[in-house]
């Protein structure tokens, strides 16, 4: 285990706010939901860096939508989260998940036991940022381990409702219960090397959903649907603006 991490004062706040967002959601809609295009075209990205014989553990696994998918593609994945209801609807969904209860800064695996260690929208709800849980993904990673990492970017969108927030005096990005943070490319990247991972690969993606944030024509029904609309102007934006436009960005690393 990495050194003790002093968590900030919304640490406890933004837990809870998970349990109470995985209490509102269910398994079958995020599964429907890792269907769509643009999460099909993030696991397409990443998957290749993960061997199927190796040992992977998802950290923040939620409603273990990514867990299920991937164990169907022969892949073997455990899950681990700290807000515990996700789990047990997890487990009711599927008896046979391998699932933990556990804080992704203190995981209950020994040092170079994991040959994958996958992050989804996680690492952007700690104060303290994401130094501390990254130490500990890498202490657990057998050398040669993969880590894979979605965070979110600062898009042209998110600055917009950032600069909104902000005239209207009220804490940009964040509230007073939830936290969450969104990185540049540069910042990330340093963040993951700072660490001793060598980076693999850094890919923009989801574009469609940083147009679905505008609202409008770019919405479908359905649980967070884009339209057609906004998928096809997302591929184009992917291609001539990769970057402005980028939802989440992806990275793949490696412990040397």
């Known amino acids: 285990m990495t050194d003790p991490v002093k968590f900030g004062s919304r640490y406890n706040s933004t837990r809870e706010a998970w349990e109470h967002i995985w209490d509102t959601a269910s398994v079958e ?10 999460a099909q075209a993030t696991i397409n990205a990443y998957l290749p860096y993960l061997k199927k014989e190796g040992i992977h553990l998802e950290a923040g696994s939620g409603l273990s939508a990514v867990i299920i998918t991937l164990r169907k593609l022969g892949y073997n994945v ?18 046979s998940l391998p ?17 994958g260690y996958l992050s989804f929208g996680v690492l952007e709800h700690f104060e303290h940022g994401m130094q501390p849980a990254l130490a500990e993904a890498f202490r657990v990673l ?20 950032a600069w909104r927030r902000k005239r209207q005096g009220i804490t940009v990005l964040n509230d007073d219960d939830f936290y969450e943070s ?28 940083t147009l679905w944030g505008l609202g409008g024509p770019f919405r479908a029904k359905g ?28 990275v793949v690393a490696r412990k040397p």
């Open 99 to 115: 699932l933990l209860v556990g804080d992704v800064h203190a995981l209950p695996h020994a040092a170079n036991s994991l040959d």
């Open 182 to 209: 969104t990185y540049t490319r540069e910042s990330l990247t340093h963040n993951v090397k700072a660490i001793g991972f060598k980076l693999e690969a850094v890919v923009p993606t989801s574009h469609s959903y």
């Open 142 to 161: 057998k050398p040669g381990g993969i880590l894979v990492l979605t965070i979110p970017y600062p898009n042209v969108v998110n600055q917009l409702v």
């Open 29 to 38: 809609r995020e599964l429907e939901l890792i269907q769509v295009t643009r």
């Open 78 to 95: 455990m899950g681990l989260d700290y807000a515990e209801n996700a789990l047990h609807t997890s487990h009711a969904y599927d008896a």
């Open 223 to 250: 649980y967070y649907q884009t339209s057609t609309l906004a998928e096809s102007l997302g591929g184009l934006l992917k291609r001539v603006l990769p970057w402005p436009f980028n939802f989440m960005t992806l």
